[in-house]
């Protein structure tokens, strides 16, 4: 069964570092998802790309945060410089057509970060 | 006030109980619902989307209250394997996914 691909599973590291977090949708998925889960709450859309375009980023902190799709197929999520409240678990999500209200998302393991 | 609300939790229900969430929206223009369940440390997975007419699949059944900007979850004869958190999500015309911040469940023998 095709599955949403993410790396690193866990990720610790010190505040003013850079973190980045990479995600492999699933193929033939054209809308892709980045989203912040902190323990106890749902989660929360960062970014949102159709193919490479990005169609939604209105959550996402841009002074430190940036996301890329470069070639409508995987992504790369970045956090520089990583603060203490960053620590929560990033998760990757595909789906398979643009006008997405419809379709069912896929979910990646998550990347659990750590900010020290 | 956030745009889709849960009741935390926790639910514990012996086996073979009845259990009921609910989840409020406050978007009106909110296109389409659904309940993903997520287990402890993992990622959410879809559990069932709820249909205007509400849906059934199997022990789980999903209404839709267009009028009174509620959805729910009615699981008959819970299992151990029901225990999880179980989110709400709301959908915008244009795709874009809110959650609820999710109702734990906790099935006890």
């Known amino acids: 069964e095709a599955e949403v691909a993410q790396s690193p599973r866990y990720k610790i590291t010190e505040k003013s570092q850079a973190v980045a977090f990479w995600c492999d949708p699933i193929?033939?998925?054209?809308?892709l998802y980045w989203y912040r889960q902190i323990l106890g709450q749902g989660p929360e859309l960062l970014v949102q790309f159709q193919d490479e375009s990005v169609v939604d980023d209105s959550q996402l902190p841009k002074d430190r945060f940036s996301a890329e799709r470069l070639k409508g197929v995987d992504s790369t999520l970045k956090i520089q410089p990583a603060e203490l409240g960053d620590s929560a678990m990033y998760l990757c999500?595909?789906?398979?057509?643009?006008?997405?209200?419809?379709?069912?998302?896929?979910f990646g393991p998550g990347t659990r970060l750590t900010v020290l | 006030r956030k745009e889709v609300e849960q009741d935390p939790g926790p639910f514990n229900v012996p086996e073979g109980a009845t259990v009921a969430f609910n989840c409020t929206y406050s978007?009106?223009?909110?296109?389409?619902f659904f309940w993903y369940r997520q287990d402890c440390r993992k990622e959410p997975k879809l559990l069932m989307s709820v249909y205007s007419s509400g849906n059934e699949d199997g022990r789980f059944t999903a209404q839709l209250n267009r009028a009174s900007q509620y959805i729910s979850l009615l699981i008959r004869d819970s299992k151990l394997s029901d225990s999880a958190t179980y989110l709400c999500v709301v959908n915008t015309n244009a795709g874009k996914s809110t959650f609820g911040d999710g109702t734990t469940l906790t099935v006890k023998p």
């Open positions: 193929s033939g998925h054209a809308t």
């Open positions: 999500a595909s789906s398979l057509q643009g006008l997405a209200k419809y379709n069912e998302q896929f």
């Open positions: 978007n009106s223009a909110s296109q389409s």
